[in-house]
């Protein structure tokens, strides 16, 4: 058997922090970045007697994510407790939600060669996070700052087929939450982080191979990595006769390779009970509908309104509704302006190279990008220097009209400027001419970049190719001596 002779089986659960300015069951702030052990107190340290409260708050943005992602939330929903021992985890439990989550039966459209797919999202629970843990010196330190911050864990149901399908689906997730407000989003703090489930098994086989997991991937990159190499691995220990282990595993970014951090013979067994210090969660119908009111327009919807209003392609549609403010500075460059696929095309190709990405934010006003797009669709500027005034205009503002004006960059549109323009070129370059003459076609682009360098880059290149075209096939090479 080969690899193309296999198929994996990924499912993913994406722990998300929710936007709230305190933790689930204190008043602690849960800012980040802040000296260890100054975001804490008897609840979130979990000292005995210690009683919580749930934040609301929390509660809220967990609806409006199940909501944002098609799922069914429960009118009623309890908490429960997750035993286990570790350092990071002071109460020797964690409150999370196991047998009825907030939410289920969720959905998330993914694009694929083949076209859009919808994955499953089995179920959506709230929960705190634990403590984090630093390893240094020989010495482990605990900083209790993350203890309680609010989770919602969203589990996928088993139906990506590769790390470039996990990937896509992780960037949807993400870009769909951090519109909503529900998550900052920020992979790099923890704000998003991914257990991976892999297995894999002969192609049309209807049975599931031995899965391994591989805990806490923090970057689209490296879950696409982890998986293919994951599932590389799997597949060559069945090719040699070898048997999958059920075991969990980590990312080593340096070599690329899963490795593994501990076998596990069977489900861990958490003595799961009902939470006694909190009461059920309640939520009566019309507060699910007024959290699904507040909830904006969603990323996959907004792209295809742009592709409609403003002509766009449906892929370049989708990269800027991956990002919100990128798409409301489009939409404010486009409204004012009567080119937006160009302005479109400006932004994608060009600007976004200069744009801060996190959050976005671009040193060019929409107003300027937009006047740019007018002065490249209504003929004035030809699009190399449109490119060039935008990139100056990155390094400061200036009116584009006014200086395409003074400076005299209006594009070159009169025939006999560019036959002359072309002539002096062909004189001034026997060799390419002789070149093209002798079926070098690559000459061709060579005297046009000519042509255009001694026009400053004003010749309209439509025009110019055409006319070059003309005058070398009446040409005469002068012999050499
Ligand atoms: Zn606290």
Redesign the pocket.
């Given at each position: 058997m080969k690899l193309s002779d296999f198929e994996a089986v990924i499912g993913l659960e994406v722990h998300v922090e929710l936007k709230t300015a305190t933790?689930i069951f204190?008043?602690?702030p849960t800012d980040f970045g802040a000296e260890p052990n100054t975001r804490?107190?008897p609840?979130?340290m979990g000292l005995p007697g210690a009683m919580p409260t749930l934040n609301r708050r929390a509660v809220e943005l967990a609806v409006m994510a199940g909501l944002a992602l098609h799922g069914t939330v429960l009118p009623l929903c309890r908490t429960d407790r997750k035993q286990y021992f570790y350092p990071d985890l002071p109460k020797a439990y964690q409150i999370s939600q196991a047998g009825v989550p907030i939410c289920r039966n969720g959905y998330l459209t993914i694009a694929t060669p083949d076209g859009d797919r919808d994955i499953g999202i089995t179920r959506i629970h709230i929960e705190e996070d634990a403590a984090k843990l630093i390893h240094a010196d020989g010495r482990t330190l605990v900083d209790y700052n993350r203890s309680?911050v609010p989770l919602i864990e969203i589990v996928s149901e088993p139906q990506l087929r590769s790390g470039k399908e996990a990937a896509d689906y992780l960037r949807n997730l993400r870009s769909i939450l951090v519109s909503c407000g529900i998550t900052d989003g920020k992979m790099q703090e923890g704000s998003l982080r991914c257990d991976v489930n892999v297995s894999v098994r002969p192609l049309g086989s209807a049975k599931l191979g031995v899965r391994t997991e591989i805990k806490n991937l923090n970057s689209f990159a490296f879950t696409e990595k982890a998986i293919e190499y994951e599932v590389r691995r799997q597949c060559e220990l069945i090719c040699r006769g070898e048997a999958v282990r059920m075991e969990t595993r980590r990312y080593d970014a340096a070599s690329g390779k899963t490795v593994l951090m501990r076998t596990k013979e069977r489900a861990e067994d958490y003595r799961f009970m009902t939470e006694p210090d909190l009461p059920p969660i309640f939520l009566s119908e019309e507060e699910i509908e007024t959290l699904g009111n507040a909830l904006p327009e969603l990323p996959e919807a907004r792209a295809a309104r742009l592709s409609k209003t403003y002509g766009l392609p449906e892929g370049d549609a989708r990269i800027l509704c991956e990002d919100a403010l990128l798409a409301d500075y489009f939409e404010s460059a486009a409204d004012v302006c009567a080119y937006p696929r160009l302005a479109a095309n400006l932004l994608l190709s060009e600007l976004l190279r200069y744009c801060e990405s996190e959050p976005f934010s671009s040193p060019v006003s929409a107003r300027r990008l937009s006047v740019l797009a007018e002065l490249m669709g209504e003929g004035t500027v030809n699009s190399s220097t449109a490119k060039k005034l935008l990139l100056r205009l990155c390094e400061g503002d200036f009116d584009p009209r006014e200086t395409v004006e003074r400076e005299g960059l209006a594009q070159i549109l009169d025939t006999e400027l560019l036959t002359r323009a072309i002539m002096e070129t062909l004189a001034e370059n026997p060799r390419a001419v002789a070149d093209y003459k002798n079926g070098k076609t690559a000459a061709m682009r060579s005297l046009q970049g000519r042509v255009m360098a001694r026009t400053a880059g004003r010749a309209e290149p439509v025009l110019t190719e055409h006319l070059l075209k003309q005058i070398l096939e009446e040409y005469e090479v002068e012999p050499h001596v």
């Open positions: 933790k204190c008043s602690c804490c107190c609840i979130c309680g």
